[in-house]
């Protein structure tokens, strides 16, 4: 402390303040209350496009977190304002990480991972480095994987057809052959079904950066998105195959302005994620495939190509922001306020991280939790952000 | 151009607090009249003792002295108002605590004030010796003009705030409003003001709200000459502090623990320029202007009070219907708790806050959101500084990083957990100083 130059004291008696008197009325009660709207909204969403069995899987994972919370408080004995409302938000999450085919056990077998090992195991609320409800998640793909993947199917999953929406059954579903399925409001409904079984969006462009797709040499992309891919309008609606709160991108971009608009999300989070998604997309290598004569080959910057005078690289880079769980990853899981990182700043690394992760590892990984995976590596790395972002105190070097 | 270049200027952290200053703002001055019993301290700080004169039942006109100054650097205390003193007492005032005081029954009839308008001070000399013999005071540290000017550093950057960030005040900015003219006038005269045919300030700047821009352009076209310098700022509580309105204007950065002086800039509020510059119209100095205010004051109002009128009587013009549930002796963010009776108005003081509901949310356990963080005005990280407290002897770095806090209250305003973080900052920071005495008392015996 450096000593001050006149006789008086440096400041006023320290006693005598004792202020504030007031309060922003901005409780955590608030927030937590806010973010568990925005997931319900985004569940409901889920509801509509796959029908009532979405409501058991987030009724069994709510009921098992918040019960599992309350058994962790009784048995610790543990103080908090929030009560199990986190807990409760936990499984709504989780709930929204999960695909909609999923049988009851594994949202059950997923919140109690959720909520005992990744909150309380350790240290409660703050404490924790990992987003729990997607410990969960990665927790039962790797123990329940074949009743993950519909029809032992991994490329792909159901969607209600339509005029099916909202109360048709999800397991009642015919798969389409590739080639013919020309977008979700082509469908021309059979009365027997339910819902049909589409290619993974994501799934679809990890074969292509793998060279496995027969999509040619003459314009690669061009054939890839006509015949194997969903229209891209699908993805943004949500009548495509994925998880349950994955796939509506409107939604999620609803849910997220709302969570900006109250403050308890900060725009650098879907901004940068979406960035650093966009760049590494526009830069990673594809295979085009072998043909006859031609071995297969790898091109760097997929964004630039353009065939046939149009600019398929572009739409190319929108599926991999629209078509997976980035933005799903970004607006809710990325976002919650105890695991990220503290500062707006750290916060633009860390989604910019989590972006470029997600995307590589849905081009050259394995599984179906690309989007997960890289919130959790991100969530690793929080700490080490926020030592690198720190704030210097005023005057102290 | 120069606007947006002003614009740009602002400090990391730091909150938009709802401002509640509409109920006032609108409202000129209007002058109170005490009806009971004044309770003048006999000194305005205990750092500054006076030797009484004023004796038990002696009748005393507007501006008699009561207390002369004991040393070169105390300051008189004059009568407020004509009448009759009575015992002495003692008053509690809301920078010191409890001072000595002594009882004044004002006269029936006050008689005007005398003015003797005297020609504007030329040089450091003449300006000390105005401010002293008219005991012109910032509030700030409760430091007298004239000790400020002639320290060991001398200031070379003055500081005019007309920025009054605290919510609800508006006392600096209606005596803006009304006193335009004069209060520019004086503000040239200051950057005007020479020690051995050199000029004492570098710069003399006047901070205003970026959003009073009617404000803004009226003071510009005052402005006598191109030495008085206007930057209008945001209005981001808590920009008034000096330590943070040194940083923005000059680009210095106060030590931990210490204070504008140190890097040479004087900040001022509005308040003390019109005082001084009642000093140069001959007018004694025996009030100040006041905000009432607050979600429990019915008639909210900009008063012009005398010195040493009880709190008390200002709360019962501002709500005579019921009683408010607190009381706050300053703006609601920094202000101080009134519990005392014997509660009186001192120079410092810019306004009560009269609130309905003292309940503060209960607090619950950190979430490790980094609001407080994000939002401190000085780049500590609270949430981390206060897990300190129960460590059995505070480390050096901790105890630097509590003396850097400034007392502002953001981190308790935002913590959504509704933590007492100031307070138990502040608490850390008062035990590192005792700390820190003990040791040196250890070390010398």
């Given at each position: 402390m450096t000593a001050t130059s006149s006789e008086t004291p440096a400041r006023p008696d320290p006693a005598r303040h004792d202020g504030p008197h007031i309060h922003s009325g901005q409780t955590d009660r608030q927030m937590v209350a806010a973010w568990l709207l925005a997931a319900l909204v985004i569940s409901a969403v889920g509801a509509v496009l796959f029908g009532p069995a979405v409501l058991t899987i987030v009724a069994v994972?709510?009921?098992?977190?918040?019960?599992?919370?309350?058994?962790?408080?009784?048995?610790?004995?543990?103080?908090?304002?929030?009560?199990?409302?986190?807990?409760?938000?936990?499984?709504?999450?989780?709930?929204?990480?999960?695909?909609?085919?999923?049988?009851?056990?594994?949202?059950?077998?997923?919140?109690l991972a959720a909520v005992v090992p990744a909150i309380w195991m350790f240290g409660g609320l703050g404490h924790h480095l990992w987003q729990p409800a997607l410990v969960g998640r990665v927790l039962v793909q790797f123990l329940f994987a074949p009743d993950l993947s519909f029809n032992h199917a991994l490329a792909s999953g159901p969607i209600l057809v339509p005029g099916r929406m909202l109360m048709g059954d999800i397991h009642n579903a015919q798969p389409m052959a590739i080639g013919s399925y020309q977008g979700w409001s082509r469908i021309n409904p059979d009365f027997d079904i339910d819902a049909v079984s589409v290619a993974r969006p994501i799934q679809i462009l990890r074969q292509m950066a793998a060279g496995q797709l027969p999509v040619g040499r003459s314009a690669p992309l061009t054939v890839a998105i006509r015949d194997y891919l969903p229209p891209w309008p699908d993805t943004v609606v949500g009548t495509t195959s994925g998880d349950i709160g994955a796939t509506c991108s409107i939604a999620l971009i609803v849910v997220g302005l709302y969570l900006i608009y109250r403050g308890f999300l900060r725009w650098q989070i879907p901004v940068f994620g979406l960035l650093g998604a966009a760049i590494t997309a526009a830069v990673l290598p594809l295979t085009v495939p072998e043909s006859p004569g031609l071995a297969a080959t790898t091109r760097w910057f997929p964004a630039t190509w353009i065939e046939g005078g149009q600019p398929v690289g572009l739409l190319y880079v929108l599926f991999h922001l629209t078509g997976g769980q980035l933005l799903l990853c970004l607006m809710l899981p990325a976002g919650d306020a105890l695991s990220r990182p503290l500062l707006s700043r750290g916060q633009a690394i860390f989604a910019t991280a989590i972006g470029a992760l997600s995307v590589l590892i849905a081009l050259y990984g394995i599984g179906e939790c690309a989007g997960y995976w890289a919130v959790l590596i991100g969530n690793t790395f929080v700490p080490i952000i926020d030592r690198w972002t720190r704030r210097r105190p005023l005057g102290l070097p | 151009m120069v606007w947006h270049w002003w614009r740009r200027r602002t400090f990391r952290g730091g909150i938009f607090v709802p401002d509640e200053k509409a109920a006032t703002a609108r409202q000129s001055i209007r002058s109170f009249t005490p009806r009971g019993p004044l309770l003048i301290p006999l000194c305005h700080s205990q750092h500054l003792p006076t030797r009484p004169i004023a004796r038990e039942g002696a009748d005393v006109c507007c501006g008699d002295v009561l207390a002369d100054p004991d040393g070169p650097r105390s300051l008189p205390v004059l009568a407020p108002l004509a009448g009759r003193l009575g015992p002495r007492r003692r008053a509690w005032t809301s920078a010191e605590g409890w001072l000595p005081a002594i009882e004044l029954t004002p006269a029936?009839?006050?008689?005007?004030?005398?003015?003797?308008?005297?020609?504007?001070?030329?040089?450091?000399?003449?300006?000390?010796?105005?401010?002293?013999?008219?005991?012109?005071?910032?509030?700030?540290?409760?430091?007298?003009?004239?000790?400020?000017?002639?320290?060991?550093?001398?200031?070379?950057?003055?500081?005019?705030?007309?920025?009054?960030?605290?919510?609800?005040l508006t006392a600096d900015l209606r005596l803006l409003v009304e006193r335009t003219d004069e209060l520019v006038q004086t503000a040239g005269w200051l950057a005007d003001v020479q020690l051995d045919g050199r000029r004492v300030f570098d710069r003399?700047?006047?901070?205003?709200?970026?959003?009073?821009?009617?404000?803004?352009?009226?003071?510009?076209?005052?402005?006598?000459?191109?030495?008085?310098?206007?930057?209008?700022?945001?209005d981001k509580y808590p920009q008034s502090h000096p330590t943070l309105l040194t940083l923005v204007i000059t680009r210095r950065r106060t030590p931990p623990g210490g204070r504008d002086r140190d890097v040479g800039v004087l900040v001022i509020p509005v308040a003390t320029l019109a005082a001084l510059s009642d000093a140069v119209s001959g007018k004694a100095?025996?009030?100040?202007?006041?905000?009432?205010?607050?979600?429990?004051?019915?008639?909210?109002?900009?008063?012009?009070?005398?010195?040493?009128?009880?709190?008390?009587?200002?709360?019962?013009?501002?709500s005579p219907a019921r009683r408010p549930a607190a009381l706050i002796a300053g703006g609601p963010m920094t202000g101080v708790r009134v519990l005392h009776d014997e509660a009186v108005t001192t120079p410092d003081l810019a306004g009560l806050t009269l609130l309905r509901h003292t309940a503060q949310p209960e607090p619950t356990t950190c979430i490790r959101c980094g609001s407080c963080m994000d939002d401190c005005p000085v780049g500590l990280d609270p949430r981390v500084l206060v897990q300190f407290e129960t460590a059995v002897s505070l480390k050096a770095a901790v105890a630097e990083q509590t003396a850097v806090c400034i007392d502002c209250g953001v981190c308790s305003y935002v913590c959504p957990s509704s933590l007492p973080l100031a307070l138990t900052i502040q608490r850390m920071r008062r035990r590192a100083q005792l700390e820190r005495a003990a040791l040196a008392t250890m070390h010398a015996s």
């Open positions: 994972a709510v009921a098992t977190a918040v019960g599992a919370d309350l058994l962790m408080r009784s048995s610790i004995e543990a103080r908090s304002g929030l009560g199990s409302r986190y807990a409760a938000l936990t499984g709504v999450m989780l709930a929204l990480t999960l695909p909609p085919t999923a049988p009851w056990y594994v949202p059950f077998v997923g919140a | 029936e009839s006050s008689p005007a004030l005398p003015t003797e308008p005297r020609s504007p001070p030329r040089t450091l000399d003449e300006l000390t010796s105005l401010a002293r013999r008219n005991a012109v005071l910032i509030p700030e540290h409760r430091e007298p003009l004239h000790v400020a000017l002639t320290g060991p550093r001398p200031p070379d950057v003055l500081i005019i705030d007309g920025l009054e960030t605290q919510p609800g003399v700047v006047l901070t205003l709200s970026l959003r009073h821009r009617r404000l803004v352009r009226r003071v510009r076209t005052l402005a006598p000459h191109r030495r008085l310098e206007i930057a209008p700022l945001e100095p025996i009030a100040r202007v006041l905000t009432v205010a607050g979600e429990a004051a019915d008639r909210p109002a900009n008063l012009l009070v005398p010195f040493g009128t009880r709190v008390s009587e200002l709360v019962e013009y501002a």
